[in-house]
């Protein structure tokens, strides 16, 4: 038996970084952020907390004066002012000048401009879910309150700080202890999110096949049923990369207490041969997912009854159930070893009579929404849930780990992906689910899967799916799901015609766009910025920014306005108010010219997803395909839109491992300066890369007369000239020259 391993922490700051005097300690983690404590007998703690594991950082220049007085800070955008008092912070005693920008903030000061953070789920949502307060702020500072919350052990577990007592914050009655970090970056929204995942830990690169398409459905399906589904989505050229089993896949029908939510053992009736089921998945391509629901342990009735009631000293002839503790460091142990183990090694298939058989269940949906105490005070089991999951899912040290459960709070960017819970099936909600999974971007936690095309209650319109499943394409994480009703239809063939060729074409675009977003992965591993963010990302000056919260930034070249809201009775054509940033855009599928720094009234067709692209944007996409398409690709399309000089990285690995954590990794350099386009030659692992790429470049939103050193065609439809295609190798470099005339 074995706990999942212990993280590698670094929670004690360089002593160079603090500063100290008495019953206060200001550690300077950076020249943008630092951390401050009061503790009346100056026992300071130095174990990493839930949000804050590597407090040890390169210590930055800064300069300090401590007097009987009190204590000064100065870094290059910060200036601390501390007045010693005995009995802890009070405004007129701390206070931080941001230099550069006339912004103080005084110890109590409330955060009444946080443009917020996210939330625990959207279950039950029609559109108005409030979220939690991130860490990005119209005030251009935000103090994350630390006090109360559990710290790890040295063995990696939780465990309550030296004085748990409750604790008043920012000095409203006496407060024993204070443990705060304040950030203070002005509009500087990049130096915000570097600084917290320097401190809290990266963003993981996920898996790059969890950003193909994931079916998944609330339903009693049976192992021929899967079988027949997925040979439908071939047969309808319907990519996927993921087919999720529910939790009919477990017996429900119990003959005793137990509700039938919480399962372990294989409904036989319904899957008879269970490891040939996941072994023809894979056969297929695709990955999969058992759903759990442990908040009710486990019961007499499971196949695993006896040998985890003996683990945790309980007679199994008793019959007694054993209780949900995940907080249990014991009770934890057998969760893994005994529930979860034996489900995902992979190997021979033995006989379903077998006891335990190897079936390869490639990762877990953790579907728990229940309480939010936990026998540890302070710890929340979903925090704890996710956190284990994910290190136990990576205990070997290769397998690239992730969860997918709901948030669990501040320091869960470190587990994606998300599952944003059971929506409704209306135009209100899809409307909501722009703001919701960009802002959540100001937390850092940039991965949300939705149930595209709403969970419950009735189907609206053929529409309603449509746009939702457009949404999906450009949003984190593609998945369709709904719960056990015959109506709520979420098979693509089964629309109406036009309906259904439009979510097809979507469908395969996104398999397609996947070379973008995984480098945009990348991207969020190294900077902490999400592949979906706000428009007020770069533009946190504009008012016109913060009304936009129905579109988002969709990575470093593209901006999307999908639409949320039906067209008028009688057409197809809907209408939207989009705003656009200063500089050129150009519709990314006609390319269409708007000038930016304005509105724009922009019509879309049942077809039509309203998406734009930077001027200099240069957007990777592999070929559309009709399965597959998840791998590093052969053929690469280049979409260039020329007026600005730019640069994109296109990022690969292996995909599944962590071996990108040690540098094994290919990063292909693609430049556009002046009129020129150019390919570098690939940099780092070019085993991982095929050994000849065939490119296709498309030069969109030009007129006719452009010219180019290569020979193509012009399509006027979507203003675009495409190159005709030519094949290099990972060590050559190509410059196409191009002149308008």
């Known amino acids: 038996m074995s706990l999942p391993p ?102 109590g000061d409330s955060q009444k401009d946080s443009l917020k953070g996210t939330a625990r789920t959207l279950d039950g949502d029609a559109g108005n879910t409030r979220l939690e307060k991130g860490l990005l702020s119209r005030a251009g ?38 443990d705060l970090y304040f950030f203070g970056y002005a509009d500087d929204y990049r130096a915000c999110l570097r600084d917290f995942t320097r401190v809290a830990g990266a963003i993981p690169m996920i898996p790059r096949y969890i950003l193909g398409n994931w079916w998944s459905r609330y339903w009693e399906y049976s192992q021929e049923d899967i079988k027949s589904l997925m040979q439908d989505f071939q047969a309808h050229e319907v990519p996927l990369s993921i087919c999720i089993i529910d939790m009919d896949w477990h017996i429900t029908k119990t003959g005793n ?164 819970g059971d929506t409704f099936v209306q135009w209100r909600t899809l409307a909501y689910q722009p703001y919701f999974t960009a802002t959540a971007a100001n937390v850092a936690y940039g991965w949300w899967s939705h149930d595209l095309g709403g969970h419950m209650f009735k189907d609206l319109t053929p529409e309603l799916y449509l746009r939702w499943v457009q949404f999906g394409v450009f949003s984190p994480i593609f998945r369709v799901h709904s719960t056990k009703r015959a109506e709520l239809e979420r098979r693509p063939w089964l629309k109406p ?15 397609a766009l996947i070379p973008y977003i995984y480098s945009m992965a990348w991207r969020a591993y190294q900077t902490g910025i999400s592949l979906v963010t706000p428009m007020y990302y770069g533009h946190m000056t504009e008012p016109e920014a913060y009304r936009a919260k129905d579109q988002y930034f969709f990575g470093s070249e593209l901006f999307a306005a999908p639409i949320t809201s039906a067209a008028p009775a009688g057409s197809t054509r809907a209408e939207k108010q989009v705003w656009f940033p200063a500089g050129k855009w150009t519709n990314f599928f006609d390319g269409a010219n708007f000038e930016g720094n304005r509105w724009h009234t922009i019509t879309a067709d049942l077809e039509d997803v309203p998406v734009f692209a930077r001027a200099g944007a240069i957007v990777p996409l592999g070929p559309m395909v009709s399965w597959g398409g998840i791998d590093n690709p052969g053929t690469l399309d280049l979409y260039v839109f020329p007026g600005e000089d730019n640069w994109f990285e296109l990022y690969e690995d292996d995909g599944t491992t962590t071996d990108y954590i040690h540098g094994k990794f290919a990063i292909t350099r693609f430049a556009l300066n002046g009129n020129e386009f150019i390919i570098h030659a690939t940099e780092g692992d070019r085993n991982l890369v095929p050994v000849k790429r065939v490119y296709r470049i498309h030069v969109r939103g030009v007129e006719e007369d452009f010219k180019f050193s290569q020979p193509g065609s012009f399509d006027a439809k979507t203003r675009t000239y495409s190159l005709e295609p030519f094949e290099i190798s990972p060590a050559q470099e190509k410059t196409i020259v191009f002149i308008k005339l």
């Not at 630390?146 to 604790?167: K, L, Q, Y």
């Not at 015609?497 to 398999?511: I, P």
Request: hydrophobic content about 35%.
């Open 6 to 107: 212990v993280p590698e922490f670094h929670p004690i700051a360089n002593p160079d970084a603090v500063v100290c005097s008495g019953p206060v300690r200001f550690t300077v983690i950076t020249d943008r952020l630092i951390r401050i404590e009061y503790d009346r007998q100056g026992k300071f703690e130095d174990r990493p907390s839930q949000a804050f594991w590597y407090r040890q950082q390169p210590v930055p220049a800064f300069t300090q004066k401590v007097t009987a007085e009190g204590i000064e800070i100065k870094t290059d955008y910060l200036y601390l002012h501390y007045v010693a008092h005995p009995r802890g912070f009070k405004r007129e005693t701390l206070w931080i000048e941001l230099k550069h920008s006339g912004l103080i903030w005084h110890y």
């Open 141 to 178: 500072w935000v103090v994350v309150d630390d006090s109360t919350t559990p710290v790890f052990d040295a063995n990696g577990w939780m465990t309550v700080r030296d004085d748990n007592a409750p604790r008043s914050l920012f000095g409203r009655g006496k407060s024993k202890t204070s």
């Open 257 to 420: 207490r137990s509700d039938g939510w919480t399962g372990y053992t294989w409904n036989r009736k319904l899957f008879p041969d269970p490891p040939a089921l996941i072994h023809w998945l894979h056969e297929q391509g695709l990955k999969t997912a058992l759903n759990l629901h442990p908040a009710n342990g486990v019961y007499p009735h499971e196949a695993q009854y006896p040998e985890l009631a003996q683990w945790m000293g309980i007679d199994p002839t008793s019959k007694k159930p054993i209780p949900f503790d995940i907080a249990n460091p014991r009770f934890a142990e057998g969760y893994f070893d005994i529930l979860h183990h034996p489900y995902e090694e992979s190997g021979d298939y033995g006989h379903p009579s077998e006891k335990r058989i190897h079936e390869g269940v490639d990762f877990w949906w953790m579907d728990y929404q229940q309480k939010r105490t936990s026998s540890i005070p302070g710890l929340d089991p979903l925090w704890w849930l996710n956190h284990l999951h994910f290190q136990d899912l990576g205990r070997d040290g290769r397998k690239r780990p992730f969860v997918f459960s709901r948030w669990g709070g501040l320091g869960n960017h470190r587990y994606p992906i998300g599952f944003s």
């Open 497 to 511: 015609e036009r309906y259904f060729k439009a979510a097809r074409t979507a469908m395969q675009l996104r398999h």
